[in-house]
T-cell receptor
Framework: DAGVIQSPRHEVTEMGQEVTLRCKLI?????LFWYRQTMMRGLELLIY????????DSGMPEDRFSAKMPNASFSTLKIQPSEPRDSAVYFC?????????????FGSGTQLSVL | AQSVTQLDSQVPVFEEAPVELRCNYS??????LFWYVQYPNQGLQLLLK??????LVKSINGFEAEFNKSQTSFHLRKPSVHISDTAEYFC?????????????FGKGTRLSVIA
């Protein structure tokens, strides 16, 4: 299995532009988490899905952020419009529902820089 | 509500010296505890976990952690570190293994092993 795949690995954009981050879950996994990592705040949970349904989006910082699961194996995190303070590493992680917290599998992350 | 405190943001240590990375948690109920490791430019990987049974748990690369309920701690130790152990280490806690409540991560401790 290729593991959790995120794209792009690096994204540099200008303030005000739309940014879309992508995540492919491990085959058969049905829980999906989006995290943001910064030096100041560490690892923050933004949103998570079980069986394609958003369960808790209280960590999404503002309405500029949105996440979707158009199908069982794929998710997107969109920021529109982007701001410099959104610069961070964004990770997605997947697992099996029912054993969700026993082991999370993380992607390699997307390094986002908003200029 | 659960929370995790990693008191040390950075720990430098010489190669072959012992190390302890501290983790304290707060929770009103029984917990499951985890250590994740993040190598440079990679996502987080599960290092070890305490679910039940023996309070001392070990990883395949020589790390161990002990669950201490009275002190609400889950410190990570290694008797002799290698250069390859240089990474960021995250402690995490959960009150369930299912997908009902997500893991709560600490802010991480950056371990730097010096030759």
């Amino acid at each position: 299995d290729a593991g959790v795949i995120q794209s792009p690995r690096h994204e540099v954009t200008e303030m005000g532009q739309e940014v879309t981050l992508r995540c492919k879950l491990i085959s058969g996994h049905n829980s999906l988490f989006w995290y943001r990592q910064t030096m100041m705040r560490g690892l923050e949970l933004l949103i998570y899905f079980n069986n394609n349904v958003p369960i808790d989006d209280s960590g999404m910082p503002e309405d500029r952020f949105s996440a979707k699961m158009p199908n069982a194996s794929f998710s997107t995190l969109k920021i529109q419009p982007s701001e410099p303070r959104d610069s961070a590493v964004y990770f997605c992680a997947s697992s099996l529902l029912g054993l969700t917290n026993e082991k999370l599998f993380f992607g390699s992350g997307t390094q986002l820089s908003v200029l | 509500a659960q929370s995790v405190t990693q008191l040390d943001s950075q720990v430098p240590v010489f190669e072959e010296a012992p190390v302890e990375l501290r983790c304290n948690y707060s929770s009103s109920v029984s917990v499951y505890l985890f250590w994740y490791v993040q190598y440079p430019n990679q996502g987080l990987q599960l290092l070890l976990k305490y679910l039940s049974g023996s309070t001392l748990v070990k990883s395949i690369n020589g790390f161990e952690a002990e669950f201490n309920k009275s002190q609400t701690s889950f410190h990570l130790r290694k008797p002799s570190v290698h250069i390859s152990d240089t990474a960021e280490y995250f402690c995490a806690v959960s009150e369930t293994l299912s997908g009902n409540t997500p893991l709560v991560f600490g802010k991480g401790t950056r371990l730097s092993v010096i030759a």
